[in-house]
């Protein structure tokens, strides 16, 4: 049972579900608290404990399904069937099995038959399901990926189990109970059933394969689905893939907040200060009045955000400003400017309350900049120099956003070096691959210069990675 | 498990929990008594999550009640910080106690010379008015220290900021807490923890790994019908049937606000004051408003039932191809439903 719950809980971890080492062992002491005969209470048990996101839980319970049920009921019913076929050829498998059992009893002692055989002559088929699971798992049956493998698969457990030897074994029982004295009749049923035990073993084992091999695709897709959305390129979305990326990169941000604010909260309350307590008091007699505790300050820097939002790189600036729209609390003040050529601010936009319309709005160049004409980095610089440099200063971290195509215009990447020298640091985030930087009209090699982080970013993992380097 | 140190009463099985707390009113289903068994046995935080109104504040309530515990409820919300969840200092008291000890303090102070020298007298004080005397103990203090074993609400947690949940689960981790001035102070016996959210936020793993986890949705109609019958009593069976039923169908609309089990109840509880026995069209449509709250839902939910309606008849009509117009009136007096 314990193996099979480890195994159980490796499934989940393989589909994406995250389940740590605690959880898995409050698992563990959820079933000893309880009776394990009732299926439903058993696969809740486990659940509370190791599935914790709403979202999770049909695949969870798809999981339940295909690894918890089914196996034993396939089992089932292929010895049901068995009987069922036995029994139509005039062969009753209980009494047979009864008289086996009478006869081995008396030659008790000699006899030394495999776990797989005894399984078998008793009919015990939560054994046989254990000693199938074993040997699947020896054969690495979890490495299957296509049905092409189910023979291979199946043949290599059958060899682990010791199919054949069980076979031989029972083939030998026939033979002493021969030498017993058996009527022939009787050899003849025993040895229909020997065969027939040995082929409906086959095919469960196969059946087995064929649902683990269910069970990778399951972990496959869903790996593939997440990964597919991660290491997609901003450059080609649908509709259907923005909204569900707009959820992903939420979620993205709530776990950086966490840890922010985690990473806040040890830095505990102080104690008191009682310089501090007196002289804030002094007026009132040093009466104190008001506490004041020691605290430990950790200063979050500014960030000023320049978006390049032409339409060659439109989503990556969406999912960027929604980063940074989440995690706004990170930083003492978030400026945002949008350009082309032109350059605007769009702060204000960001203080208006829904952030889906307020990214739109800003991609749409917030009613203060054109969007309709075609890309020049030098100029918005060169803007930006002129009337908000001085809004920099040694906490600020500036982030620019773009692709450096600079349509052949003037680069002035003089602006560039002057804000890093004002600046705490420059951050640029290209969403072209590099071996493009510098080639045709992109200037990306002239502001290199002057950037202390220059990043890929051209989907949802690189941009997270920059994320977490500037935040944490 | 530190449960059980005196005669307390106990959930003895799931079945159990389940019996209790319909003893209580709250009729529940195995999932749910699951959790709550498991929690009671492992000592461990529930995190209760699910729509608005499906029953989970309602849920540690009952439980409290069944168990005998008394329930202390953090209600939580923006901007609630520790000062508020745990505890504060009685400025005033400690202001009043330094009028009255006046003299005292002149005393203490005699003879200093500086202010520095003053100051360190009366720092070496410090624990006389830092003591739990003038502490003010909230939700989560008061929990900690009871005598008798508790039930610790904490409501709406998703609410709170992700630096309060911070907190909580320092909290939550070895009940305990930690006052500079005073000392630690141990939990005297081990609340059951029950948190609730409505996913305003997602709840961070660090919480939800410590917690064990129960997501409660819209009932079965099965288990509605069944709590219709519990909290309105006097419904008649099939009136509760179709209420349920067709509430299950306004909640596969695309609402604003979809209805939950509160509006069920309001809403059986609406028709019965009507007298209604059935769900006739003109009467649901009346009592729309009682179970939906905006207007644009209202008016899905008006169209929803002309669709039915329209079905209905049209089988009627397919029923009776002769007399369409009279099939048509009493599909419609007859109660969209059947
Ligand atoms: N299983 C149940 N049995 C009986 N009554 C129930 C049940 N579930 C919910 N109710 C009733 O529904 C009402 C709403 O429940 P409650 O306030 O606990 O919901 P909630 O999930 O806490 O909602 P919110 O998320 O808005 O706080 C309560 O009046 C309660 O009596
Ligand atoms: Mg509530």
């Not at chain 1, 049905?147 to 199946?154: A, E």
């Not at chain 1, 269910?214 to 689905?225: A, G, P, V």
């Not at chain 2, 009932?219 to 009136?239: G, H, M, Q």
């Amino acid at each position: 049972m314990q193996k099979k719950v480890i195994a159980f809980t490796n499934l989940l971890r393989k589909s994406g579900i995250r389940v740590s080492v605690a959880e898995g062992i409050d698992a563990f002491n959820a079933l000893d608290e309880l009776s394990l005969d009732d299926r439903e209470i058993f696969r809740d048990a486990l659940r509370t404990a190791m599935v914790k996101r709403g979202d999770d839980i049909a695949a969870y319970d798809e999981l339940f399904e295909l690894f918890w049920s089914g196996f034993y009921d396939n089992l089932r019913q292929a010895f049901d069937q068995m009987e069922g076929d036995l029994g139509a050829m005039g062969v009753d498998l209980d009494q047979i099995l009864r008289q086996l059992a009478e006869m081995m009893k008396e030659m008790d002692g000699e006899l030394d038959l495999s776990e797989l055989a005894k399984a078998l002559l008793t009919q015990d088929l939560s054994q046989l399901e254990n000693l199938i699971r074993q040997a699947a798992q020896e054969a690495g049956t979890g490495r299957i990926e296509n049905m092409l493998q189910v023979g291979f698969f199946s043949r290599r457990t059958a060899e682990q189990m010791g199919l054949e030897g069980a076979s031989q074994e029972l083939e030998n029982l026939v033979e002493r109970m021969r030498a017993m004295g058996m009527g022939d009749a009787q050899i003849q049923q025993l040895q229909e059933l020997m065969r027939k035990l040995m082929e409906t073993v086959r095919r469960t084992v196969r059946t087995f394969t064929e649902r683990e091999l269910q069970q990778q695709n399951h972990n496959y897709m869903e790996k593939f689905r997440r990964e597919m959305l991660t290491e997609k390129s901003f450059y080609h979305l649908t509709e259907d893939e923005i909204a569900r990326m707009r959820e992903v990169v939420a979620r993205l941000a709530q776990r950086i907040k966490n840890i922010l604010s985690i990473r806040k909260k040890r830095l505990k309350r102080g104690k008191l200060d009682l310089h501090q307590t007196l002289r804030r008091n002094m007026a009132r007699g040093g009466i104190p009045f008001e506490v004041v505790y020691k605290t430990r300050r950790k200063d979050r820097p500014k960030l000023v955000i320049l978006c390049d939002v032409s339409s060659s790189v439109a989503n990556v600036s969406r999912f960027m400003l929604q980063f940074m729209y989440s995690l706004q609390e990170a930083f003492t003040k978030i400026r945002c400017y949008v350009f082309v050529a032109e350059l605007g601010e769009v702060t204000s936009v960001f203080q208006e309350k829904d952030i889906s319309a307020a990214i739109e709005k800003a991609l749409d160049g917030g009613d203060v900049i054109n969007v309709y004409t075609r890309s020049n980095f030098g100029y918005a610089f060169h803007e930006f120099w002129k009337n908000h440099l001085a809004s920099i200063d040694k906490k600020t971290t500036v982030m620019i956003l773009g692709d450096a195509r600079n349509n052949y215009n003037d680069a002035k990447a003089w602006c560039i070096r002057d804000i890093q020298n004002k600046a705490k640091n420059v951050v640029w985030l290209n969403p072209e691959s590099p071996s493009a930087w510098g080639f045709g009209d992109s200037v990306m090699d002239r502001y290199m210069p002057y950037c202390d982080i220059v990043e890929e970013c051209r989907n949802l993992r690189q941009l997270s990675k920059v994320v977490d380097q500037i935040i944490l | 498990m530190r449960v059980n140190e005196r005669e307390e009463a106990m959930f003895k099985s799931v079945q159990d929990v389940i019996e209790q707390l319909g003893d209580q009113g709250y009729i529940c289903d195995k999932k749910i008594a699951t959790v709550v068994f498991l929690a009671q046995q492992l000592g461990k935080p529930v995190l209760v999550e699910g729509p608005a109104g499906v029953g989970k504040t309602e849920l540690a309530k009952v439980v409290a009640k069944a168990l005998g515990r008394n329930m202390i409820r953090l209600q939580c919300y923006e901007g609630l910080d520790e000062a508020k969840a745990l505890y504060e200092w009685e400025y005033s008291k400690q202001l009043l106690y330094t009028q009255i000890l006046k003299d005292k303090v002149a005393e203490t102070l005699a003879g200093t010379q500086t202010l520095a020298e003053a100051a360190d007298r009366v720092g070496a004080q410090d624990s006389v008015f830092f003591s739990s005397r003038f502490i003010v103990p909230r939700p989560l203090m008061q929990a900690i220290t009871s005598e008798k074993p508790t039930l610790l609400l904490v409501d709406e947690v998703d609410k709170s900021d992700p630096e309060f949940e911070a907190f909580l689960l320092e909290v939550l981790s070895d009940f305990q807490v930690t006052i500079p001035e005073i000392g630690t102070i141990v939990a005297k016996s081990m609340p059951l923890v029950f948190l609730t959210s409505n996913d305003a936020r997602e709840m961070s793993d660090a919480l939800k790994r410590r917690c064990l986890h129960l997501w409660i949705d819209y009932p079965s109609e099965e288990l509605e019908v069944r709590i219709l019958d519990r909290k309105v009593p006097n419904i008649d069976k099939r009136l509760a049937e179709e209420v349920v039923g067709l509430m299950n169908r306004i909640r596969a609309l695309d609402l604003k606000k979809t209805p939950s089990i509160s509006e069920t109840l309001d809403w059986a509880r609406a028709l019965l004051a009507l007298n209604a026995e059935e769900l006739e069209d003109q009467i649901v449509s009346d009592t729309l408003n009682v179970i939906l709250k905006y207007e644009g839902d209202v008016e899905k939910a008006q169209n929803e039932l002309a669709k039915l309606i329209k079905k209905r008849t049209a089988e009627v009509a397919a029923e009776k191809p002769q007399g369409a117009p009279a099939a048509e009136a009493s599909a419609v007096k007859k109660g969209i439903l059947h």
